[in-house]
């Protein structure tokens, strides 16, 4: 990769380095930038990094909650497909 050691490459070259690219963020935690233009569009951090920012922002509380109403909309579903958009919302008007 020709941007090694700032962290940054263009989005061809995470393509084409994919598995190299992971490896520097799974393996050494760094944080890779894509450029698009000349531009930062999106990074690749490592999945701690990630959790602890954004469960940062939610309590353990709302992931509680929300690990149960996933467990209970699983369970009534009972082997069913999900029910598109517009079935809940015809659902919702009766």
């Known amino acids: 990769?020709?941007?090694?050691?700032?962290?940054?490459?263009?989005?061809?070259?995470?393509?084409?380095?994919?598995?190299?690219?992971?490896?520097?963020?799974?393996?050494h935690s760094e944080t890779v930038f894509l450029l698009r233009s000349g531009q930062r569009v999106a990074a690749v951090v490592p999945i701690e990094e990630y959790d602890r920012v954004?469960?940062?922002?939610?309590?353990?509380e709302w992931w509680e909650n929300r690990r149960l109403i996933a467990e209970e909309y699983h369970r009534n579903l009972a082997g069913r497909p999900r029910p598109t958009a517009r079935?809940?919302?015809d659902a919702g008007r009766d």
Do not use: N, P, Q, W
């Open 1 to 27: 990769m020709v941007a090694k050691r700032i962290g940054e490459i263009t989005a061809t070259e995470a393509r084409v380095h994919f598995g190299e690219m992971l490896d520097r963020v799974t393996k």
């Open 54 to 60: 954004h469960r940062g922002r939610l309590s353990d």
């Open 87 to 89: 079935e809940l919302i």
